[in-house]
């Protein structure tokens, strides 16, 4: 397969605190990346996405940062929510076309505790 | 406005067999890929589909087919089932390439026994 790794690490953070979830891509030809977060009995819900022209991306609450030499990719949620524990994922692809596959990282559980 | 979605939601099978999988996309959405998710590989990448055809193909056996109707629905087939094809198989749909990422819907739980 072309999953990376088969340990799913594990984030604890305290409800208020500022989460850090990193993962490290495989391919230095990625040009877009996205994150995704997963809950329990559903599929991959879209948080927010980068373009390789971009080290950094603002959304609600969540910040992305890239840095294509160390080719490492970081999610970070602000006042972190127990509404926020779930899986996440951070995925690749060369390009934007719909042809073109993500390539999901191993995931990392954040649990959130009040 | 409705989203991704899969049926059946869970599914038993008896290895050999072969089982049909369905995805409607979100409506306007022509591009449907599905991907397989176990607890050892993680998300894999299947096949996609876009107005009926096969733009692109995972390294998966041809054991794994799939295609697309002209509603966009898509259906996936995995034939002379393993123990190992047990999975969630997620289908996500975009309305032509990744931008925002894809929609997916809640997938299909697929036991083989």
């Known amino acids: 397969g072309e999953s990376v790794g088969l340990h799913l690490p594990t984030l604890s953070v305290q409800e208020g605190d500022n989460s850090i979830i990193n993962c490290a891509y495989s391919?230095?030809?990625?040009?877009?990346f996205i994150w995704y977060k997963q809950e329990s009995g559903k599929g991959p819900q879209f948080i927010i996405d980068?373009?390789?022209?971009?080290d950094k991306r603002q959304g609600q609450r969540v910040t992305v940062l890239l840095n294509k030499t160390v080719k490492h990719l970081s999610l970070q949620i602000a006042a972190t929510q127990p509404g926020d524990s779930a899986v996440y994922f951070c995925?690749?692809?060369?390009?934007?076309?719909?042809?073109?596959?993500?390539?999901f990282g191993a995931g990392t559980r954040l649990a959130v505790h009040p | 406005k409705a989203g991704v979605t899969q049926t059946p939601r869970y599914l038993i099978k008896t290895r050999g067999q072969q089982v049909t999988l369905s995805c409607s996309p979100i409506?306007?959405?022509?591009?449907v890929s599905w991907y397989q998710q176990t607890p050892g590989q993680g998300l894999q990448f299947l096949f996609e589909?876009?107005?009926?055809?096969?733009?692109n193909k995972g390294n998966f056996p041809g054991r794994f087919s799939g295609r697309q109707f002209s509603n966009s629905r898509s259906e996936m087939n995995v034939s002379t089932l393993e123990l190992g094809d047990s999975a969630l198989y997620l289908c996500?749909?975009?309305?032509?390439?990744?931008?925002?990422?894809?929609?997916f819907g809640s997938g299909t739980r697929l036991t083989v026994v």
């Open positions: 995925a690749e692809t060369p390009g934007i076309g719909g042809y073109n596959k993500l390539i």
């Open positions: 980068i373009r390789s022209n971009m």
């Open positions: 589909y876009f107005s009926e055809t096969q733009r």
């Open positions: 391919n230095s030809a990625s040009d877009y």
């Open positions: 996500a749909s975009s309305t032509a390439g990744l931008d925002y990422g894809y929609t």
């Open positions: 409506s306007g959405h022509r591009s």
